[in-house]
């Protein structure tokens, strides 16, 4: 059993490796590819690259950890949309879309009205 789970752990850290080292080099080849005739900037090392990926993660994508974790509102509203009766689900409707500014899709009058005008 110990066995797996070092195995599992290692195979895990080497994936972590191989995906630093692809990220690293593929962020290290475009920006020296591009930056220093584009804009005039130095070239970057490996270090660096790995550097800018982390940064850039901070920066835009923040450390939410795992993705969805921060829907549970969705599973509450769920719950709460599945307790509520019909017409008391329409009427909470009907006033998140008053709130939103959404409107309620018109319904196209039938063929042969629209032949009249």
Partial sequence: MR??????????????VLAVIVAGSAVMLLWNWLAPDLFGWHALNFGQAVGLLVLCRLLIGGMRGHAGRHLHWRARLAERMEAMTPEE???FRAGLHARCGWRQPQETPPASQNADT
């Fill in 89 to 91: 689900r329409e009427k």
């Fill in 3 to 16: 066995k797996s789970h070092f195995r599992w752990g290692l195979k895990f850290l080497l994936i972590i």
